[in-house]
């Protein structure tokens, strides 16, 4: 089945420690691209891939790194989250901009 | 750069009723539309997209949305909601080319339909 994985599905941690999100598709798709959603604010882009090793930053970048080491995978990192990145988040692949986006599950993160 | 504005919040409306969910946008370049819907718990799904051609789209549960350039509007619509249809339903437009790494979003609108 085609589908765009994200785990956790929810994880609550404390201030500072390090965390990582986890994404992987079986689509072959070339864009990938991370949004957290707040209420009342929609879904906010954080960091997209357009390819392997290829990497930049969208509208609320800050506090987040990613990386896209393979073509499945691209990563979140929070390396020292705070409460202000208490939100969920979503994963999405693209085939090319010609397509819209396929979303993960979500991952609800808690930080405390 | 993008914006899409989603003029209602929340609308509430009987089963059986139609249903109008606005959206505008603005872009200095050309974009494709897009219409995703997020069902309780769970994540997004794609409800229908304009690329080109026919100014009306439809999608396979009844839903169908018309994009208007001059209003740079692309509304959807039902004429006759069902229970299952409540959700928050997002409107998002992705510019073409080479640039059109991002999905831009509205605010949402959660849709209540009440028996």
């Known amino acids: 089945e085609a589908q765009v994985t994200q785990n956790p599905r929810y994880l609550i941690t404390v201030t500072g420690k390090k965390l990582t999100v986890t994404c992987s598709q079986n689509m072959n798709h070339e864009y990938m691209s991370w949004y957290r959603q707040d209420p009342g604010l929609g879904l906010r882009q954080i960091y997209y891939?357009?390819?392997?090793?290829?990497?930049d930053k969208g509208d609320v970048p800050e506090g987040y790194k990613v990386s896209r080491k393979e073509k499945r995978n691209f990563p979140l990192i929070l390396e020292s989250p705070s409460p202000n990145q208490t939100s969920l988040y979503f994963c999405a692949s693209s085939l090319d901009s010609n397509y819209g986006y396929t979303f993960g599950s979500g991952t609800r993160l808690t930080v405390v | 750069a993008q914006s899409v504005t989603q003029l209602d919040s929340q609308v509430p409306v009987f089963e059986e009723a139609p249903v109008e969910l606005r959206c505008n946008y603005s872009?200095?370049?050309?974009?494709?539309l897009f219409w995703y819907v997020q069902y309780p718990n769970q994540g997004l799904q794609l409800l229908l997209k304009?690329?080109?051609?026919?100014?009306l789209v439809e999608s396979i549960n009844g839903f169908e949305a018309e994009f208007n350039k001059s209003q740079t509007s692309f509304h959807l619509r039902k004429p006759s909601v069902h229970i299952s249809d409540t959700a928050e339903y997002f409107c998002?437009?992705?510019?073409?080319?080479?640039?059109?790494?991002?999905?831009?979003f509205g605010g949402g609108t959660r849709v209540l339909v009440k028996p």
């Open positions: 872009s200095s370049v050309s974009v494709y």
């Open positions: 998002a437009v992705r510019p073409l080319g080479a640039a059109g790494n991002k999905l831009t």
């Open positions: 304009y690329l080109s051609g026919s100014t």
């Open positions: 891939s357009m390819n392997v090793e290829v990497t």
